[in-house]
């Protein structure tokens, strides 16, 4: 007869039961500031603007002067899909490397510190490609403005932003 106290089935079961059961969202998350969301979303996919009223876009320029202009293209720059693509197999093994954690500890590894691991190693893989990200360049208005062709950094906004959540399956 198995003794309780040997017996950790129970408890692998339940922290696999709870990793199948969890997901990780990366990313600008909800909640956050909605601007720094719109900067995502232009980047990542870009964009083509024009002027809500009036003819002209009024940019500013260095040392006070402002350009207009009729419209202005911002080349897509992913930083989040691009890395979904060269990482997601590391993240798969991430899990499946976890869930072998799980069942060698008898269930002392917790489908938490999975899913921890695996949204700090998410965050840094994307934030590492906001700050590696060097095409397409950036416009020469705005390496004049910026002082610098680093296309996705300019404060460090937006790679700080890159946040990670753990949450049930199916929810954000």
Known sequence: MIKDHYNHLP????ELDNLSGKAVVVGILPKQSEFLQMIAVVNEYGAHIKPKKGKYLYVPGPKGKVYQL?????PARSFLRSTYDAKHRKWEH???????SIVRSNGEVTANQ???ALGVTMQKQIRKSISRKKKPANAPLTVANKG???????????GNSIKYKITKRGKI
């Open 70 to 74: 009729k419209s202005v293209d911002i």
């Open 114 to 116: 999975v899913m921890t």
């Open 148 to 158: 610098k062709n680093d296309p996705l950094v300019d404060t460090g906004k937006l």
């Open 94 to 100: 991430t899990i499946t490397a976890g869930a072998h």
């Open 11 to 14: 408890r692998i079961k339940r």
